[in-house]
């Protein structure tokens, strides 16, 4: 059974800084592309970041360029999204995923966890 946990998420204020964690279990983590999507009130779930399985290539949102990093530790079964100079825009729920391939999200997908960016 596949388990995507993830951690981090809430208030801050605009400026500052959260790291997302999600930790993965029931799957040959290392093999996996990973990635975080979001979702706003009212609007459609995006891609944010997604980090490839094998060379560890990054791609990132363009509104999000720059600000945020994802990174992976295949060790410990774990993706992270740094996220700096956050700002309102970026108050979503934010959604761990597995398996996906370029923006298309893959089958496997974490509860989320919610980020507030306050003006």
């Known amino acids: 059974q596949v388990q995507l946990v993830e951690s981090g998420g809430g208030l801050v204020q605009a400026g500052g800084s959260l790291r997302l964690s999600c930790a993965a279990s029931?799957?040959?983590?290392?093999?996996?592309?990973m990635g975080w999507f979001r979702q706003a009130p009212g609007k459609e779930r995006e891609s944010v970041a997604r980090?490839?399985?094998?060379?560890?290539?990054?791609t990132y949102a363009d509104s999000v360029k720059g600000r945020f990093t994802i990174s992976r530790d295949n060790a410990k079964k774990t993706v992270y999204l740094q996220m700096n100079s956050l700002k309102p825009e970026d108050t979503a729920v934010y959604y761990c995923?597995?398996?996906?391939?370029?923006?298309?999200?893959?089958?496997?997908w974490g509860q989320g966890t919610q980020v507030t960016v306050s003006s």
């Open positions: 029931g799957l040959p983590f290392s093999s996996y592309n």
């Open positions: 995923n597995a398996g996906g391939m370029h923006a298309v999200p893959g089958n496997y």
């Open positions: 980090i490839t399985a094998l060379s560890g290539t990054t």
